[in-house]
């Protein structure tokens, strides 16, 4: 048995809830450190960077999904809603302390969004998540059919959203934020068809 085969046979013995509480076990580790001084000296700052990197690390295994099964035969695709879903659930969280316990002056909140570039992508990256949430579930892809893959297509403006987001945030040049979007357009690239990948070579 390869190990492709031996990778598909433990996916398939994994039920996707199992998937959905170990995906959400970092988010209350965090906030615990967080009350209990874990995080350093700027604990909401760092607690809203930690979130907002693991949306974008689970972004980028959702976007790896197609990839692995068509280029290695690693076929993880029961569990693609579940990480779509947690990618959500991570920028939703990011977000709520940038506005609850970051910022928290609405005011400011609405000016941060008009006047700051990396505001106003996170913002509009989740504004395009929001529609590919609502719409991870079995009615929605019986009702939309053909439309619901059109659809969640946006996926890939909101990793590509989300990575300009992390580089405009980052204060001068770091490599990481360059990292994650170098893991996205490669990903985005791989998931092309062979002829037109050859025309961007």
């Avoid at 874990?38 to 959702?62: N, S, T, V």
């Avoid at 695709?77 to 659930?89: D, E």
């Avoid at 920028?91 to 005011?107: E, P, R, T």
């Avoid at 395009?128 to 053909?146: C, D, H, K």
Wanted: net charge positive; hydrophobic share 55%.
């Amino acid at each position: 048995m390869s190990v492709t085969d031996r990778i598909n046979g433990i996916a398939r013995r994994i039920p996707t809830w199992a998937v959905y509480c170990l995906c959400a076990l970092p988010a209350p580790w965090l906030f615990y450190l967080g009350l209990t001084g874990g995080l350093g000296i700027e604990p909401i700052k760092e607690l809203e960077h930690r979130l907002g990197e693991l949306a974008l690390q689970f972004l980028i295994a959702g976007l790896a999904v197609t990839p692995l099964r068509r280029h290695l035969g690693v076929n993880l695709m029961k569990f693609r809603r579940a990480i779509g879903l947690v990618t959500f659930f991570y920028v939703a969280l990011h977000l709520a302390v940038w506005l609850f316990l970051d910022v928290q002056i609405w005011s400011q909140i609405w000016a941060d969004i008009v006047k700051r570039p990396y505001v106003t992508v996170g913002m509009l990256a989740f504004v395009v998540m929001i529609p590919l949430a609502v719409t991870s579930n079995g009615w929605s892809v019986r009702m939309l059919g053909p439309r619901w893959r059109q659809l969640h297509r946006l996926v890939y403006v909101a990793a590509i959203l989300g990575a300009l987001h992390f580089i405009w945030l980052a204060r001068g040049f770091q490599l990481e934020p360059l990292l994650y979007m170098a893991a996205i357009l490669v990903l985005l690239v791989l998931r092309l068809p062979p002829r037109r990948r050859r025309a961007l070579a």
